[in-house]
């Protein structure tokens, strides 16, 4: 940075970054504070605090409706992950191909579901799986010819294959445009000499292309991660709020508005919640742990 | 791509596969704006269509607005102007807060000015999450909840929006262009004005989008800091009408068109600009 700017310059930075200033320090570093502190109290209501120190987190680690709600909230990660990825890859490299027919009209179905929003995706989803009036019992119904399959009573009796379904129907299609992009980077000077070479399509895809898209692709590990173990629309409006047949369809972001709104304890949802921040800033430290490794390496 | 199928068949084979994926897609849109249509007798009859003797064996004179003109004497037209003002405002507020934000961090000199891009970009690694239960009651203190301003303020200061701007200022205003405008006797504010934001035009049209689409999608905000049911935005009066009219899908379905509908053709109209804003801010200059 060279010389500070004139008097004039510096007071109308100021002026620019007034406003923003003002409310991060209100609604972000204000409250980032208190949580902190929160998680230290127990609260009935938001105006009555009792300081109970680290018991908070005692009881949180001894507590099987918490650990219940990060299995679920994990399963739903990896099964929505290892599905969702692949096949959102799988799709941008069909669709990357110059010569396939309709591809911006693929591209723009797929991408679809995004523009309806998480909540409002949720709400037809629930639709979708109702028992007898769904659309999904119908089809399957009708597509085996078994009246029988009306009766499939996803919301209660299977409701994580429904979550990390409808989750692909709505996710796929976005982080699909994210890996078009990042085929975007590949050469093709290094594809048509791999080709000439001999390279057949598995060679060129793992010597070639995945070397290429992995910058990207981390990133959208990351932030499918990120995302999903923030889950807490899609389950809460399925399950109206509860977290379903024993806790079935349970999320940590559900529970720590349970203990918070329902309960009133926005201690013990603090709590929660810096338990559920520490998970993903450790995330978050080992993907860029990785990333600098590569890059020394590289 | 070169991996791509050469023969007729596996290419055929290829769209096959493509269009079963898209009529994945695509049915569950058929599905509600159909039912949305249907009334509660006809729910059940036929996946689509009610089946009956009109054109096509379709009960066409069956089908009706009902559910729609039901909607608003339910007070959800109320709802639907609601969301429209609450994502316009936190759109316009918060472009403007994040360009200005943006701009000082990317041009001006001044002190700690690398101190406090770390704090804000930092701030990114904090999970909402973590905010919900102490912003609750800092609302509480302060006496906004179950007001706009509760609801508003807080989305008015993103600081991803701050990272796109600074970054989007970088690549597309050069120093020199400030520096003339400076010689020529222009005021700082005119240059912000009248200079940089023309050019990071692309950058305000794509954030203004994704500042409205996350406004018009958020459920947790709304349905914590509003308790009037006047006030409640379509994300929130949806789950409620879930909760009372369970089993009256026509009307749900119909919500959710109603929901979803201007969204989408937004997006359509802008889709463009909205491409062309984000990767211009994600080209490394």
Redesign the interface.
């Known amino acids: ?5 004139s008097r ?10 007034l ?3 003002a ?2 320090a ?7 504070i ?2 902190a502190s ?1 998680a230290l109290n127990q609260t009935y209501g ?2 009555t605090r009792i300081l109970v120190g680290s018991k908070n987190f005692e009881l949180l680690m001894k507590d099987p409706v918490f650990w219940k709600a990060i299995r679920n909230t994990l399963v739903y990660t990896l099964g929505s992950l290892f599905i969702q990825l692949p096949l959102a890859f799988g ?1 941008a ?5 110059r ?3 309709g591809r911006s009209i ?1 591209r723009l ?2 991408f ?2 995004q ?6 995706v949720s ?2 989803g ?3 799986f ?1 028992k ?2 769904g ?1 999904v019992n ?2 399957l119904a ?1 597509l085996l010819q078994n009246e029988k399959l009306l009766e499939i009573d996803w919301l209660q009796a299977y409701i994580m294959p429904t979550l990390i379904l409808i989750s692909l ?1 709505l996710y796929v ?1 976005f982080n699909m445009i994210y890996f078009l ?1 990042a ?1 975007q980077n590949v050469p093709a000077s290094l ?2 000499a791999a ?1 000439i070479d001999g390279a057949g ?1 598995f060679n ?2 793992r010597h070639v292309i995945l070397p290429a898209v992995k910058p990207v692709a981390t990133f959208v590990v990351l932030l499918s991660m ?1 995302g999903s173990l ?1 889950l ?2 899609l389950p809460y ?1 399925l399950l ?2 509860n977290g379903g047949p024993n806790n079935d369809g349970l999320t940590i ?1 559900m529970y ?2 349970q203990n ?2 329902e309960l009133g304890d ?2 013990y ?2 709590a929660v ?2 338990a ?2 520490l998970m ?2 450790a995330l ?1 430290l080992v993907q860029i742990r990785m990333v600098r490794k590569e890059e020394a390496s590289a | ?4 199928p050469r023969s007729r068949s596996s290419r055929m084979l ?2 096959l596969v ?1 269009i079963v ?2 009529v ?6 058929a ?2 704006i159909v039912a949305s249509l249907k009334t509660k007798e006809d ?2 009859s036929g ?1 689509f269509f009610p089946p009956g003797d009109g054109f096509l064996g379709v009960a066409w004179s069956s089908l009706t607005l009902d559910n729609y003109t039901n909607l608003i004497e339910k007070g959800f037209g109320r709802a639907a102007i609601n969301s429209v003002f609450y994502a316009s405002a936190s759109a316009i507020f918060a472009t403007f ?2 360009a ?2 943006g ?3 990317a041009k ?4 700690g ?2 101190l ?1 891009t770390l704090v ?1 970009l930092g ?1 990114l ?14 609302l ?2 302060l006496g906004l909840l179950d007001s706009v301003w509760g609801l508003l ?2 989305t ?2 993103p ?1 991803f929006g ?1 990272f796109l701007f600074r970054q989007a200022v970088q690549q597309s205003v050069p120093d020199e262009l400030i520096e003339a405008a400076r010689i020529d006797g222009c005021s ?2 005119g240059i ?1 004005m009248v200079i940089v934001l023309p050019l990071i035009r692309p950058m305000i049209g794509a954030f203004l989008l994704i500042t409205f ?1 996350g406004m ?2 958020n ?2 905000s709304p349905q ?1 800091v509003l308790q009037t049911a006047s006030k409640q935005p379509l ?1 929130v009066a ?2 409620q009408l ?2 009372v009219y369970k ?1 009256d ?1 026509g009307l ?2 119909a ?2 068109v109603v ?2 509908t201007p ?2 053709v937004l ?2 109209v802008l889709q463009k600009q909205f491409i062309s804003g984000l ?1 211009s801010g ?1 080209v490394k200059g």
């Open positions: 940075m060279s010389a500070p700017g004039r310059q510096v007071i109308f930075a100021w002026m620019a970054l406003p923003f200033l409310l991060f209100v609604f972000m570093v204000y409250p980032l208190q949580s929160l938001p105006d799709l490299l069909v669709l990357n191909s010569r396939l027919r693929y179905i797929f679809s579901p523009l309806m929003g998480l909540v409002f709400v037809l629930a639709l979708a109702e007898r009036a659309l119908r089809s009708w129907w299609g992009a085929l594809l048509e080709e399509p060129r895809l990120i923030q807490f629309e409006i109206q709020g972001v720590l508005y918070g709104f926005l201690g949802a603090s919640g810096w559920l921040a993903l800033i978050a | 791509m070169s991996s791509h290829t769209h493509l994926l898209a994945i897609v695509l049915v569950p849109y599905w509600l729910f059940f996946m807060i994040c200005a934000t701009y000082a961090l001006s000199k001044f002190r000015r690398t406090m804000v701030s690694i904090v999970p909402p999450t973590l905010l919900i239960a102490p912003s609750y009651e800092l509480f203190d303020l807080p008015f200061a600081a701050v700082e504010s912000f689409l018009w999608n459920f947790i914590i994300s949806i789950a879930r909760g089993t899908y749900l379905m919500a959710t929901s979803v969204v989408a997006f359509l990767t994600a």
